[in-house]
């Protein structure tokens, strides 16, 4: 959804912290910044924190940075970061010239959407993780970053992923949300077999008949099914939804996000009508409403437990639909075509030796995927987790803790010395090695997440031996051709 802003994920880079009276936002307990000469070690082994008190030894510095006049600034902030700049020179240029990389700066949108857009960009991987504290940071209503899309998208209600953790509908809510995914965890792997054996089909005949095939197409097919028929036991397709699930989510996320998002539309159009204000929710109504009604009469076992907690059917649903449709189904669609970019482009040795594992795993395993098998696939796990890595929330960590950093390095977390940093992968909005609870706004979907991409490349090298791509932009990520698919010989 975003070259932009990664969602769902995106106020990650841009709590805005403090006790300015200036920054109105989220902090209830100001935190100290202080830039350190020494290096972070490389691979050390000690939890990275960050504390509200600063170590003694380090001078305390005031964060640098200008949020310029009002209205103006964020105005000239928003038109660095999409069109003069673009978002990494718009960092790097700042880090450069403060010499630091924690510092005062507008996020977009800013007017007319909202006039509060000041916030303390916090962009390396140690003063990143003080967002992961919630007695220091507030998550109210920041889900998307400095605005706030209009309620009428999600039936009224707040949804969970706006929610503070000191709320008492997060715990309700998130209770839901546990639920939904324990009750489909049965059927992840062997829904996720049959929705992406037919992508694969796809694929194959679309290679078959023009010689080249688009991978984001069919993977929105596929995501979708298999989140409907995993979480929900529901076949879409033999719904009055049919095929039409992605193209409606794709709609109405567009409506959430496109004060964010750089659509490749002309700057003069783009920027007064998709940056300055917001496309009006009753154009995407009706198609919200097919999507309810889809989720209504899917989870009837999910609504009951809901119901049991305390929450009402209708809002539950709605909650149901923004998890399945914009945190999972959103985060496949950016994730699944990444990995996919890192995995071809790292070619055919390393799609060998993931063959050469899988295959000899599964074979063990009496020719069946399971849990156990996968966890016989350390390189397979490793590329998984590098691909969270590289392409996460936060775009510019810090290489003193990874080495190679810009590098898709293939077996990085293999092995005990891998393993142990794994506590510095944060894509989950906390780090790997940590578990979401109701007391934390770690993404609930954490495992399935990542069981779910381990199955694709699992599916994949059991099928094919290689592949080969092509990868352009598109404003929802990469898009990726497929431009060969060797089917597995061995
Ligand atoms: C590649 C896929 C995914 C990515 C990258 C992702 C990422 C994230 C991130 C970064 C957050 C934190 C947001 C915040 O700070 O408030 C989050 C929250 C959340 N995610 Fe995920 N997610 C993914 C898939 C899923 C799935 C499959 C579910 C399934 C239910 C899910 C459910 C949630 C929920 C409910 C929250 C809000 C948690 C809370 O408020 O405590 N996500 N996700």
């Given at each position: ?13 841009f709590q805005s912290p403090t006790n300015s009276a200036s920054t109105r936002r989220f902090v209830l307990r100001p935190i100290c910044a202080s830039v350190s000469e020494k290096s972070s070690s490389s691979s050390s082994s000690s939890q990275s924190s960050v504390s509200a008190q600063p170590a003694a030894d380090l001078p305390i510095k005031k964060i640098p940075g200008d949020y310029g006049l ?309 390189l397979m796990k490793s590329v998984v987790y590098e691909a969270f890595r590289i392409d996460p929330p936060v775009p510019l960590q810090t290489p003193k803790i990874f080495e190679k950093a810009a590098e898709f390095v293939p077996d990085r977390f293999v092995g005990e010395q891998g393993e142990k940093l794994l506590q510095h992968v944060l894509w989950s909005n906390g780090p790997e090695t940590e ?56």
């Open positions: 959804m975003a070259s932009s802003l990664a969602f769902p994920c995106l106020q990650l880079n009002p209205f103006v600034g964020p105005i000239k902030d928003r038109q660095d970061y999409f069109y003069n700049q673009g978002r990494e020179e718009f960092f790097k240029s700042r880090i450069q010239k403060y010499q630091s990389t924690v510092f005062r700066v507008n996020m977009p949108p800013g007017p007319l959407i909202t006039n509060k857009s000041q916030v303390v960009a916090l962009l390396d991987g140690k003063s990143f993780q003080v967002l992961f504290d919630v007695s220091k940071v507030e998550k109210k209503d920041v889900f998307t970053g400095t605005y706030m899309p209009s309620l009428d998208l999600t039936g009224g209600y707040r949804i969970l992923s706006y929610l503070d953790p000191s709320e008492p509908k997060h715990d309700k809510l998130k209770r839901v949300m546990f639920f939904l995914l324990k009750s489909g965890i049965k059927s992840v792997i062997p829904e996720f077999h049959s929705s992406y054996s037919q992508f694969f089909e796809t694929l194959e005949s679309k290679l078959a008949d023009k010689g080249k095939a688009n991978f984001n197409e069919a993977n929105d097919q596929a995501a979708f099914n298999f989140l409907a028929r995993a979480l929900y036991g529901a076949n879409p397709a033999d719904t009055q939804l049919g095929t039409d699930g992605p193209k409606l989510v794709q709609k109405w996320v567009l409506f959430q996000l496109s004060p964010i998002l750089l659509l490749g539309l002309p700057k003069f159009i783009e920027d007064p009508l998709f940056h300055s204000f917001r496309l009006p929710p009753f154009l995407v109504k009706k198609d919200y409403q097919r999507l309810y009604d889809f989720f209504y009469h899917s989870s009837a076992h999910v609504l009951d437990e809901a119901e049991r907690l305390g929450v009402s059917r209708d809002e539950a649903c709605h909650n149901l639909l923004f998890a399945t449709c914009f945190n999972s189904f959103g985060g496949m669609k950016l994730f699944f075509p990444n990995m996919i970019k890192w995995l071809g482009r790292a070619g055919a040795k390393l799609h060998n030796q993931l063959a050469q594992e899988i295959r000899s795993a599964v074979r063990t395993n009496g020719g069946n995927i399971t849990m156990s098998a996968l966890e016989q696939m350390p578990n979401p609870t109701v007391g934390n706004k770690q993404c609930a979907g954490k495992d399935f997440v990542m069981l779910a991409s381990r199955l694709l490349v699992v599916e994949f090298f059991l099928r094919y031996d290689s592949f080969e791509i092509e990868v352009a932009t598109s404003p929802l990520g990469p898009a990726i051709t497929m431009t060969s698919l060797k089917r597995a010989s061995f």
